[in-house]
């Protein structure tokens, strides 16, 4: 027995299905999984000695790649200040500016701890400013476990094959609504019935917890107009694609302006951080200025701000030219792979997420994606791991590139994926 494999044992002992994070398990694709003992820039180093091309980046937030020497440096000076006050700090002000400088519809901003904790106060900042109850989501689409939005979710719960969770309530399952992401009808036809009862759509504007679907045209336009025409907020909850697929996020890259936003993961530089915003008459409704109450014990933590701010600094206009042209050059590959080996599949990439269906495309929304051949993503997902390609453990995720995969590592990807694909 190697050394994850010890692990893993010992850990199913003393934590649920040996893990912190159900997707983490292998269940979707089998196996166990390797415990990571370090990383750093693209690469995974496992507890066994084995190394990793790395495609999970901690689910969004390594932009820049593991252990950044500038960044690690920084995170070293802001321990010896002391890790934590539970009083007001500067990074705090700082991160908060430099978001509100870059993204256009956000005026205030409030640091949780993760994207949860971001998506339930943005909720229910959203019925507190509206005075209703009901919240529009989206099959497949994920917003954090919440019991508003455990209905019908995404990710690990589509995974499991499991479209409720035991333990959310009737109570909180009668206020939340489904539609079809990319299908503007579905939406209409909600608004059509209730749409008076309606406090907010909250939609992922680039989903990427049922695997990455770009919004068609006119999609996210709709959703604004709906709100509007039914005095409804609209939420983008940018937790995966904030400072991801643009420097202003997803709605700098498709010119919107949402009501609130949701972050977390790439504001965080790989600490645990989320935070909501929007505009200042909404978000003044927020305790202590108005009467919504939200607060964190650890919430603006001095080590997370840091790691935040200063993954952000670097994120310019040149990193997001190099992070397009590396992803360009992984989905066009994989196209050329797929084709030469005659598998049917197809990639959609928004930006550096994306994601290689077996399915013949195009993917539009959750029952597409529940259509794709997932027994053979996990023959592939094996494949890919054994040969040294950590994927996420799943055909419903998103991958990420980094600013740390060059050419190299991606042509190597390119021809262990050639292998892998001739062999299922
Ligand atoms: C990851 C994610 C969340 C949840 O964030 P956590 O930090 O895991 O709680 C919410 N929404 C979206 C779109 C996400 O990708």
Redesign the pocket.
Known sequence: MNNSQTLFNRAQKVTPGGVN?PVRAFKAVGGNPPFIKSAKGCMLMDVDGKEYIDYIGS??PMILGHSHPEITQALKNAVDNGTSFGAPSQPEVELAEDIVKRVESIEMVRFV???????MSAIRLARAATGRDIIVKFAG?????ADSFLIQAG?GVATFASPDSPGVTKGSAKDTRIAQYNDLDSVQSLFDAEGDQVAAIIV?PV???MGVMPPVHGFLEGLERICHTHQSLLIF?????GFRVHPAGAQGRYDMMPDLT?F??VIGGGL?V?AYGGRKDLMEMISPSGPVYQAGTLSGNPLAMTAGLETLKRLDDSVYHLLEERSSQLSTGLLEVLKKTGVQGTVQRVGSMLTLFFHAGPVMNFEDVKTADHDKFSRFFKGMLEKGVHLPPSGYEAWFVSAAHDETVINRTLVIAEEVLKSL
């Not at 689409?141 to 476990?145: C, K, T």
């Not at 909850?237 to 694609?241: K, T």
């Open positions: 994070s689910w969004g701890n993760s994207g949860t904790e971001a998506t689409g994920y917003h954090g476990h990710s992922e989903p990427g917890n909850d940018e937790v995966m694609s949701t977390g993961k645990p989320g």
